[in-house]
């Protein structure tokens, strides 16, 4: 979501100024989504979620109230103090914990009509990259190893109280590009260590005991399985994972392309090619029943393509389900 701004405090000023022809576009593309839950990337964070606040006030004066609002801190510019790219200053958008101009820079929100449980939640962006398990971390500084969290932005886990009272726990990420670096491809490592998380949390190899069924793994993976840079081997088995399902969500653009084989090192495996880099995804734990899934892209001569391409880089995907009956309480 183009919610991102040069400095902080400016989307908070947009948004109260209401003239932002991206944050209108914004606007009108949620409501033609009209989800239940939403997740969206790159909106800049400020501690009282201020902004957060102002952009969920536009939604209901348009019709669309949000009435639960959470946002992880995220570390994307949150200052490391160390020289991370090597360019001998320690202050540069690189040296921080994420990419970022300033903290909070292009941070995540959820916006709800579902009460979001966060007192909860499990905060995992403070885990650090070299205790990940099998971690493909490029060599680094002893010092800089002993602060580098592996979150460019946030790992989340959010549950969401459901009209019968249960939970449906949100597992949420957004990962940095695997572009923008040198021959060292730290960010590619980066990238595939950020998916590869949510491989051993699924598995039980972390310290955190694995997520309770049902649970929707959601998030900007800046990855394609099939096409483009980086390394897809961690994101192939995330969606071939047992405990998932991919929806495979296609757009409505008309685009129809052939399947198409994915990592050579991963030759079983084939991907349906969706149209264009797939690159943010809704995966439903299996106990979940995928009634619906979709990507919100008309094509070209849509009116609407305009708006959407205003709103955002990416295309917004939505996924309806039915979460599982409630089990019958015990006779007394």
Do not use: C
């Not at 002993?146 to 886990?157: D, G, K, N, Y």
């Not at 990962?175 to 598995?203: K, S």
């Not at 694995?210 to 192939?236: K, S």
């Amino acid at each position: 979501m183009g919610l991102e701004r040069p400095g902080p405090g400016l989307l908070l000023q947009d948004i109260s100024r209401g003239k932002d022809p991206a944050i209108a576009a914004a606007v009108a593309v949620l409501i033609r989504l009209d989800a239940d839950i939403l997740v969206l990337t790159g909106v800049d964070y400020d501690p009282n979620l201020l902004a957060l606040t102002a952009f969920a006030q536009r939604l209901a004066e348009a019709g669309l109230p949000y009435p639960h609002l959470h946002a992880p801190r995220p570390n994307s510019g949150q200052p490391t103090g160390h020289d991370v790219d090597g360019n001998g200053t320690t202050h540069d958008p690189a040296d921080a914990q994420g990419w970022g101009r300033f903290p909070g820079a292009g941070g995540t929100a959820i916006l709800s009509r579902l009460p979001l449980m966060t007192d909860r939640a499990t905060d995992h962006s403070t885990y650090l990259w070299r205790d990940l398990p099998g971690h493909l971390m490029p060599p680094i500084t002893p010092a800089l190893a002993a602060i580098q969290r592996l979150s460019s932005h946030s790992h989340l886990e959010l549950p969401v109280a459901l009209p019968d009272g249960l939970p449906l726990t949100l597992l949420i990420w957004h990962a940095t590009p695997p572009v923008f670096d040198g021959p060292e491809d730290r960010n590619g490592r980066r990238n595939h260590d950020e998916a590869a998380f949510w491989l051993h949390l699924l598995d039980g190899t972390l310290p955190t005991p694995p997520p309770t069924q049902p649970f929707l793994l959601i998030g900007d993976a800046n990855l394609d399985p099939a096409d483009g840079d980086g390394r897809p081997a961690a994101l192939a088995a995330l969606l071939a994972h047992p405990m998932l399902q991919d929806p495979a969500p296609r757009g409505s653009h008309g685009r129809t392309e052939p399947t198409q084989k994915g990592d050579p090192d991963l030759d079983t495996v084939f991907y349906p090619r969706l149209g264009g880099l797939r690159l943010d995804y809704i995966l439903p734990s299996r106990d979940l029943a995928v009634t619906a899934s979709g990507v919100l892209w008309p094509p070209a001569g849509d009116p609407f393509a305009g708006t959407l391409a205003t709103a955002s880089r990416h295309y917004p995907v939505w996924v309806d389900i039915t979460p599982p009956a409630a089990p019958n309480p015990l006779p007394p």
